[in-house]
């Protein structure tokens, strides 16, 4: 259906059909929404979520899709200003026709020393008719050998503690052994 003023984005109209039989006829109601031809910029998975290993790289695949009816024009990947997120992938995606998809690889390179923790924010596709924001949460770790590095060692050659499992289970952890400590 073609649209010869597009102001107009809602009408209704009705449809009676008859045919060549005296009382044989039938009315129909249509409603028609009117969508206009824009590009619409969607990413698969919608958010990202994934671990990241302290002084290791992992990369993070998604793909930007133009859904609309028109061409997505322009089209760039924008990073925030992290120094542990690169793209692995082209930032310019160029021009993207309706159901086009293109994927976009991030290499997240945490520092050996980065701050533990979740890192949550946006990474910005942008063209010159669509914008998205892609929301993300990477969670920096570390291995569990560098973890007991860190710590500051508390015993001493005359410090002792003693360790005793249980059968019994408790009310917090019903049917799981207990660790208990001596008084």
């Avoid at 107009?8 to 039938?26: M, S, Y």
């Avoid at 249509?30 to 619409?40: F, H, M, Q, R, S």
């Avoid at 945490?110 to 929301?135: C, E, F, H, K, M």
Wanted: include cysteine; charged fraction near 15%; proline fraction near 10%.
């Amino acid at each position: 259906m073609t649209v010869k003023n597009a102001s107009v984005l809602d009408c209704d109209f009705d449809i009676k059909l008859t045919c060549d039989q005296p009382g044989i006829e039938a009315a129909v109601h249509v409603d028609v929404k009117v969508v206009p031809n824009l590009p619409y910029i969607v990413a698969a998975p919608a958010s990202l979520a994934k671990t990241m290993l302290r002084g290791q790289q992992t990369l993070v695949e998604f793909q930007v899709r133009n859904d609309g009816a028109a061409p997505a024009t322009g089209v760039e990947v924008v990073l925030p200003s992290v120094g542990w997120m690169t793209l692995s992938s082209p930032a310019g995606l160029g021009d993207m026709p309706p159901g086009e998809a293109k994927a976009v690889v991030l290499s997240l390179m945490p520092a050996p020393d980065q701050t533990l923790g979740d890192y949550s924010g946006g990474i910005l596709i942008r063209g010159t008719n669509a914008t998205l924001t892609v929301p993300y949460t990477f969670r920096a770790i570390a291995e569990a050998k560098d973890a007991w590095k860190s710590r500051p060692r508390t015993s001493s050659p005359t410090s002792r503690t003693a360790i005793r499992l249980s059968p019994e289970p408790t009310s917090l952890f019903s049917g799981r052994p207990t660790v208990q400590l001596p008084q």
